[in-house]
């Protein structure tokens, strides 16, 4: 077994060692550096790693000083954030370079400082102005992307003019904003509290990013979208008391005939004992089971419209129930007859009264409500 782990921990060494050189043979330079840095930290004798760090220090800023010096002569602003973390990259290679033991590391100490504080400056006012063109074209779409903008540039300049308002105004115009109600154009009329219930549905945790829903209206805010529940019907059903009957018996002992001989004297036993036989009876007792039911059943759609073309672009139907019911049963006769299970269930269930039909139809608006805010989420991709 030792034998095994020897070999393993070898050839784990071996991959290890030339990790470093297969990353730079991939091209992948930043990684190349930072494991041989590790390595040459742990042990400076490691020349091999010295070697892989400067071919991978050297190529990786030829790469990069390249890639700044094509992009300026381009010339579009939008590519100074880019030249910004290509200067990144050369000063944060340069420190790591500075910090690992003088055991022939090779780099040039160049002070980019003014280089990549231009690069800064740029690309703040690029994407502020940038961002403020966009908001100018009043299209939430367009703010959106103005938001990422001025967040980018509040990352390169923090304390940047206006920057904050703008993020803000960005935020405020990218912003679809949806609006849910509850419309009630059913046969009869609906309980008030049921209204309001249903009206009160919490849609504030189904706020992203860009979007807001609403359930009373916001008069400071344009809507988008429209979401409303329209109520059709709303049916109660009459109170309903169905009836089985059913009937249990058993044999019970009810007294005892002495055994007679020929002669009709009473036959004794071999100890002289009487002679006696067990006489039974039969019991019984009906049961009349009742079962009480009640129903409310509200149905509609859940229209979405598109308020700025005042058109339908999803309707959906809905059906929410509540239910009343209730067992019981009542017994006649004799309620020995009757077997244990049975004598259970009478004992657990008692007549109720139905509840109020208004009762019902505000359980059916709970119902509704679940329902409601169920298919808001799954059709969430309506909005944009």
């Known amino acids: 077994m030792k034998k095994y782990i020897t070999i393993f921990i070898l050839i784990a060494s071996i991959i290890a060692c030339k990790s470093s050189s297969k990353k730079l043979e991939k091209g992948d330079y930043d990684s190349a550096m930072n494991i041989s840095a590790k390595k040459i930290m742990k042990d400076p004798g490691k020349f091999e790693e010295v070697d892989v760090f400067n071919d991978a220090y050297r190529l990786a800023n030829a790469k990069d000083i390249t890639e700044i010096n094509q992009l300026k002569q381009i010339g579009d602003p939008a590519n100074w954030s880019k030249i910004f973390f290509l200067y990144s990259n050369l000063i944060r290679r340069q420190e790591l370079a500075s910090k690992l033991p003088p055991v022939g590391i090779n780099y040039d100490k160049t002070d980019y400082s003014k280089d990549i504080e231009n690069a800064r400056n740029q690309a703040t006012v690029y994407a502020f102005e940038k961002g403020s063109e966009l908001l100018l074209t009043n299209n939430r779409f367009d703010a959106r992307k103005a938001f990422n903008l001025f967040v980018e540039a509040k990352k390169f300049t923090p304390n940047y003019p206006l920057v904050d308002e703008k993020i803000a105004e960005a935020k405020y115009f990218g912003t679809t904003n949806v609006f849910f109600r509850i419309e009630n154009n059913a046969n009869i009329v609906a309980p008030q509290a049921m209204m309001d219930n249903v009206q009160n549905i919490n849609v504030d945790d189904l706020d992203a990013n860009w979007l807001n829903y609403d359930s009373y209206i916001d008069t400071t805010i344009l809507y988008h979208y429209s979401i409303i529940l329209n109520m059709e019907q709303i049916a109660v059903s009459p109170e309903e008391l169905k009836e089985t009957v059913s009937s249990e018996s058993k044999e019970i002992p009810d007294g005892f005939d002495y055994v007679l001989d020929a002669n009709g004297n009473v036959k004794k036993d071999s100890l002289g004992n009487d002679i006696k036989i067990t006489k039974y009876k039969t019991i019984s ?98 909005v944009k």
């Not at 959906?316 to 006769?333: C, H, R």
């Not at 505000?362 to 409500?369: C, D, S, Y």
């Open 285 to 382: 007792c009906t049961v009349k089971r009742y079962q009480q039911r009640k129903a409310a059943k509200i149905s509609g759609t859940l229209n979405y419209y598109d308020n700025l073309t005042s058109s339908l672009i999803k309707s959906e139907p809905i059906v929410s129930e509540a239910f009343f019911e209730n067992f019981y049963g009542l017994a006649f006769g004799d309620l020995a007859a009757l077997s244990p299970e049975t004598q259970k269930q009478l004992n657990a269930n008692r007549p109720l009264p139905f509840p109020p039909s208004e009762a019902l139809i505000i359980q059916a608006g709970e119902v509704l409500k679940a329902m409601t805010k169920d298919i808001i989420v799954k059709n969430k991709g309506i």
